[in-house]
């Protein structure tokens, strides 16, 4: 039998990574007798996109560049379709927040005056394999944080349209938790493994995005009616091919430019924009001029061993491939390709529809990071950005919320945690388990709502039979039972991942022209088209996903109106 704790706290941060770790700590800073928890399904120390360690600081506003220059960099890149308030609020902060990295520690690099070492206009480079833990580590310097690691978080709990907590269990023992909050922030990153990836079966954790991170906060925003936008702005990265460990280090570290099998430089093809660059390489693969690779033949020594290096800070498997096969960069050019797509708002623009200060549609929500919607390119800095600017919104609106029920919360809870305990039961035949159901969802996704297999292509028919699968793989889901809690984990991964995927089907099918070929192309409408420059939103109503169009949002600061 499952034992249930009941907690409270004023201000309850889901997920412990890059931007929840830092709304804790500004909030900590502000107002130290607030009450704050940290629910995290792994360990703070190493858990979320820094787990690994990162080369560099991708969003900074380097010497003789503007906060405006970033904006306009940002617009282009997304061809438009972001939100002008967020980029700007968090591009305000980038160098604040870096210099509070430094201070708690961060090693960044430096040149012969005493500045920054910058990696084109808008990144500097880092010694930053341990950037996580330095964070996590400042985390707990703050006596009013308290850090519950090792909790999955599944559902948001409301009382009369307005969020009061949320519920969850342990990965590791027997326990539910019901926690009443008077303001919930979701910080739980974007969504993984919803496509068949690179490396099937043994290898599917090789990919590019955490594949721990499985649109958990999206989902528990979708099922609490909370507004989304931009789902079908997916992500496709250009990776090294098999470790899928990042290009940008070889491109800008070494100056690489991409050719293809027949040594051409492709790049002006298809521009140089994120998804520009996606494109190139597909399409040349596509036209039978494949495989494509960054031109590395020829480089220096020193550069070799700076590579070498940066990946160690990484993507370890990188160096070690080239070093097991003995064809290191300056002998041999690096092979690329494309991952899966992902749903990641720190790259794009899918996530959350939040106003100025990361509000959510949801009152008593607010949300952070990649999973935060409207403001592409984030990155680190971005997500410290987001983090210090959501907590300083709960801060500012908790003086007007009173103190809710710890009585009306516990009839709220207990619906859920029986949910639990019926889950966790043992097995009676099933003709399925939750890992097959989860490839069979990944199958649908790459042959009908543009996966690897079609060169990222769709068109309304697919969705539609993608649509259909889906919801009968998500029928099936509620039928699952675990035996032990980390299958239960499980089930509730692939529940999230059903619902994620359910959204961006919706998403696809209502834009109707190809915007990002490099991350999506809707052979219905094969080019871009002036009439669809808007945001496409969503929202769960009465069981089903209600698809609208918003104006974009040019200047000033925007509030929820409707």
Known sequence: MMKQQYLTCDLLIIGGGTAGCYAAITAARRSPELQILIAEKANIKRSGCLAAGVNALNAYITEGQTVQDYLEFVRWDAEGIIRDDLVRTMAERFNEATADLEQMGLVIQKDERGRYVSRGKQNIKINGENIKPILAAQVRRYGNVRVLNHLNMTQLLLDAGRVVGAAGFSVLEEQAYAISARAVLIATGGAAGLYRPNNPGFSRHKMWYPPFNTGAGYAMGIRAGAEMTSFEMRFVAQRCKDTIAPTGTIALGAGAREVNALGEVFEQR??????????????????????????????????????????????????????ESGSLPSRQNVEVEGTEPYIVGGHTASGFWVDTRRRTTVPGLYAAGDVSGGAPKKFVTGALAEGAIAAEAVLDDLGEQSDGSQADFRALAQPVLEEYQSRLAAKSGEAFDVFALEEA??????????????????????????????????????????????????????????????????????????????????????????????????????????????????????????
């Open 270 to 323: 298809y521009g140089l924009s994120t998804s520009g660059r996606a494109y190139g390489a597909s399409n040349e693969a596509r036209e039978g001029r494949g495989p494509c690779y960054l031109r590395t033949e020829g480089i220096s020594a020193q550069q070799e061993e700076d590579l070498l290096k940066a990946y160690l800070n990484m993507a370890p498997a990188q160096t070690l491939k080239w070093i």
């Open 441 to 562: 969802m990944q199958k649908v996704m790459d042959e009908y709502a543009g996966g690897i297999r079609t060169g990222y292509r769709y068109n309304a028919n697919q969705l539609s039979l993608a649509r259909s699968q889906i919801a009968s793989l998500a029928a099936l889901a509620e039928t699952l039972r675990a035996e032990d809690m980390d299958e239960l984990v499980h089930i509730y991964e692939l529940t999230d991942r059903l619902t994620v995927c359910q959204t961006l089907i919706a998403h696809l099918l209502e834009r109707r022209e190809t915007r990002w070929p490099g991350f999506a192309i809707h052979t219905d409408y094969p080019a871009p088209r002036a009439e669809e420059e808007r945001y496409v939103n969503s929202r769960l109503v009465d069981g089903q996903i209600r698809v609208f169009r918003r104006e974009l949002v040019k200047e000033g600061a925007y509030e929820h109106t409707d």
